[in-house]
């Protein structure tokens, strides 16, 4: 199966570089697996409009290329960011703004979307220092809203989200135990 793991988070040190490796670490090798480290990437998460850069020539962008070229050879997309602020990092968001463009990963027949990346799976793997029971009740959970309004439309099917709620004030145990869990579901793939 070839995997391509779509990573948004600046600290190496970080619990999401401990799930980034956990990730790795536990995948089969017999797998083809390749990573898009957003930050380390210095991707640049801004659209730019122009009379050089027009919205309707997006999906055309050879910057993007290589990007798009990695997501069309995948079966399975793993994301693996933080939720801030009730949503995705900025650059996580950048990079499907100016990756899954219009005419690359969906169009319109009439008023509905077709997505172009049918067949494809995704993995999304969400932190946040939300306790679980607010993020249920009054905030959207992002990895949700990837899920149904984003990756949905482009054809792709989510197989699985994983969550780990309010880090800032769980206990060592409890982060280890996340991290095994998603070492063994990576296993499993």
């Known amino acids: 199966m070839r ?8 600290n190496k040190e970080g619990f999401n570089a401990g799930i980034l490796k956990q990730v790795k670490n536990n995948l089969s090798t017999k797998h083809q697996v390749t990573i898009i480290d957003l930050y380390a990437e210095n991707f640049d998460p801004v659209l730019h409009f122009d009379h050089l ?3 309707r ?27 801030w602020w009730s949503g995705m990092p900025a650059i996580l968001k950048g ?23 049918k067949g494809k799976k995704a993995w999304i793997i969400t932190t946040n220092d939300t306790p679980s029971f607010y993020v ?29 709620y309010y880090l800032r004030g769980s206990s060592l145990k409890r982060r280890q135990s996340f991290l095994r869990k998603i070492g063994l579901y990576s296993q499993r793939i």
Do not use: E, N, W
Not at 3 to 10: A, V
């Open 3 to 10: 995997i391509t793991i779509i990573y948004s988070y600046p």
């Open 53 to 55: 850069h027009q919205r």
């Open 57 to 83: 020539f997006l999906k055309d962008d050879p910057d993007l290329a290589d990007y798009r070229q990695k997501i069309t050879d995948s079966d399975l997309l793993i994301f693996i960011f933080p939720i």
């Open 95 to 117: 990079f499907i703004d100016r990756t899954f463009s219009k005419g690359y990963a969906y169009s319109y027949k009439g008023l509905l979307p077709t997505g172009h990346l």
């Open 136 to 164: 249920h009740l009054v905030q959207k959970d992002y990895g949700k809203v990837l899920s149904k309004q984003v990756l949905k439309m482009c054809g792709i099917k989510t197989i699985k989200r994983s969550t780990a």
